[in-house]
């Protein structure tokens, strides 16, 4: 299926991105055109820089820009659960301000691994993370295998990005609040009701402005309490407990 036929939402948490936002907002809208019809969310988590004036200028001149406000910083998974809620149209993808997806790959991407449920993007490199984010990431990524080792065993990469139908996220929505673990949820979700899951590499894109807001110690003890509390329930699955 061709892209000028698929209804497309973008989601983009922001946080202090006075920096980066308009370009980010450009770039995407420039892709946008692609699809029947397309719509970015983005969601300012409590922002204390210029980024909420700038994305109210934005939103004059792009007509299919939603901003939605956090009156406080909440965190990425619970902004991401937020936009999951306003979408509109029949495929959701998420990004960050810094652009670590391309837009001009999105298109492409869909287009190549057309039809799925939910496509995994996983990073075919790490070039441009600090040292402290490639630690936390590596770490994430192996407690993962640990406690999924099969649902996981055809995915490498849970923490970059993912295309979902918005029918089969409304069966797999999360309830974690870590950052670093909602995206492996709902990949786990949907491996567990055994939609169709396929994965595709692709470039990760190294941050221009300001710096990444991410890896927080709180975050990786939050990560750790959602990862035990869902392998709970993984076991509970398999057992024919749960459903």
């Known amino acids: 299926m061709k892209c000028s036929e698929i209804s497309l939402s973008i989601i983009m948490p922001v946080y202090n991105e006075q920096e980066n936002i308009m370009f980010a907002i450009e770039q995407t809208m420039l892709e946008c055109k692609n699809f029947k019809k397309a719509e970015l969310i983005v969601i300012n988590d409590g922002s204390n820089d210029d980024t909420n004036k700038k994305l109210i200028d934005l939103s004059i001149k792009y007509p299919n820009l939603i901003v939605l406000k956090n009156h406080r910083n909440i965190g990425i998974a619970k902004s991401l659960r937020y936009g999951f809620l306003k979408v509109l149209n029949d495929y959701i993808l998420f990004n960050s301000a810094d652009?670590?997806?391309?837009?001009?790959?999105?298109?492409?991407?869909?287009?190549?691994?057309?039809?799925?449920?939910?496509?995994?993007?996983?990073?075919?490199?790490?070039?441009?993370?600090?040292?402290?984010?490639?630690?936390?990431?590596?770490?994430?990524?192996?407690?993962?295998?640990?406690?999924f080792p099969i649902a996981l065993l055809d995915i490498a990469d849970c923490n970059y990005t993912f295309i979902i139908r918005k029918d089969v996220l409304k069966k797999v929505f999360p309830g974690s609040i870590s950052s670093n673990f909602i995206e492996a949820e709902i990949i786990l979700r949907a491996k567990y009701l055994k939609y169709n899951v396929k994965t595709i590499e692709t470039k990760y894109n190294r941050r221009k402005f300001s710096r990444k807001h991410f890896g927080k110690l709180r975050n990786i003890m939050y990560s750790l309490r959602d990862i035990i509390i869902f392998r709970i329930y993984s076991i509970l699955i398999i057992l024919g407990i749960r459903k």
């Open 99 to 147: 652009l670590p997806l391309d837009p001009k790959e999105i298109c492409n991407i869909i287009e190549q691994k057309f039809p799925f449920d939910l496509l995994v993007l996983e990073r075919k490199d790490f070039s441009g993370i600090s040292n402290w984010r490639r630690f936390v990431s590596v770490f994430n990524r192996i407690i993962l295998h640990i406690m």
